[in-house]
């Protein structure tokens, strides 16, 4: 009669396990690893599937050069066995390059993105071309207030033509701020508002209130949603000014519209030309935000 090993609530039949794992030794990778972990071979026989697939991803490591290359099943980890009170157990564990990886864009821990991108998220101010023809104010601008933060007083409203690059550099500005561990947002505006309009039984307040209070917000493509008086007088108005009342709080703006265009932008909704509500809004983003016009090739078509 064939004896039997008990895994957990199956049993196995122990001729068939020696068999596979006896075969799985053939591969120096697989003997490797259970000559690594020095423990009993009846133990690491119930585990022989386990083990092939940990070997396989071990070996991989073992001959990769980066995250680029990496040919395992969860993208910078191995999954790899460990004994804990004679048995073995099987986890993800993250490989140096994924580490390192991790330990660079750990600033991002420290902004919340409203419908941003993946490229924008990454931004890098040090990777930025200052040599765009038009892009240099903006540039030197913003240099200077990543050398000053947190000795400044105002944002930046950044205007220019679609491609030019305002957000990219409005947001590798951002990214350098958060390595110096500062909450920042990033809201691009018309999806806000989209996505606020459907969270008003849910957490609307509660995204009001946290761009209120971040300690540096961006205002992104101010002016491309549809102007209503909701999202000018309930929405971005309280924003504004109980950043005003808060002289800590930096903003930063960016938009293909001009001020004088933005001021049309929010004088017209569906209730007719309203310039004062209009002048309130230019009033506290003049109070909030220096402001840079940029014109520059359109760098999506180049």
Not at 21 to 38: I, P, Q
Not at 115 to 135: H, Q, W, Y
Not at 234 to 256: A, H
Request: with cysteine.
């Amino acid at each position: 009669m064939k004896s039997l090993i008990n895994v957990g609530d199956l049993k196995y039949d122990n001729t068939e396990l020696k068999k596979a794992y006896k075969e799985a030794l053939k591969d120096n990778d697989f003997k490797l690893l259970c000559e690594k972990l020095k423990i009993d071979e009846n133990v690491l026989m119930k585990y022989t599937s386990y083990l092939e697939e940990s070997s396989k991803e071990f070996s991989n490591c073992l001959n990769c050069k980066g995250l680029s290359e990496c040919k395992n099943s969860l993208l910078g980890h191995a999954y790899l066995p460990r004994v804990v009170n004679g048995l073995l157990e099987f986890n993800y564990k993250k490989c140096n390059y994924k580490k390192k990886q991790d330990k660079q864009y750990n600033y991002q821990n420290n902004i919340v993105y409203y419908n941003v991108s993946k490229e924008n998220k990454l931004a890098d101010f040090s990777k930025i071309d200052k040599r765009t023809k038009g892009r240099q104010e903006a540039i030197l601008w913003l240099n200077n207030f990543i050398e000053k933060y947190p000795n400044v007083s105002k944002g930046l409203y950044l205007s220019g033509n679609t491609g030019s690059g305002k957000t990219h550099l409005v947001i590798a500005t951002i990214n350098e701020i958060a390595k110096k561990n500062i909450k920042c947002a990033i809201a691009f505006w018309p999806d806000f508002l989209r996505n606020l309009k459907s969270s008003f039984d849910t957490d609307y307040e509660e995204k009001i209130n946290y761009l209120i209070n971040v300690p540096v917000l961006l205002i992104d493509d101010l002016g491309g949603e549809t102007s209503t008086s909701w999202a000018r007088d309930e929405v971005l108005f309280p924003i504004l000014q109980g950043r005003l009342d808060d002289k800590d709080k930096i903003t930063f703006i960016t938009s293909n519209l001009s001020k004088e265009l933005l001021y049309e932008h929010l004088s017209l909704t569906k209730q007719g030309t309203e310039v004062v509500k209009a002048e309130r809004l230019i009033s506290r983003i003049n109070s909030l935000t220096e402001y840079i016009f940029m014109e520059s090739i359109d760098l999506r078509n180049k």
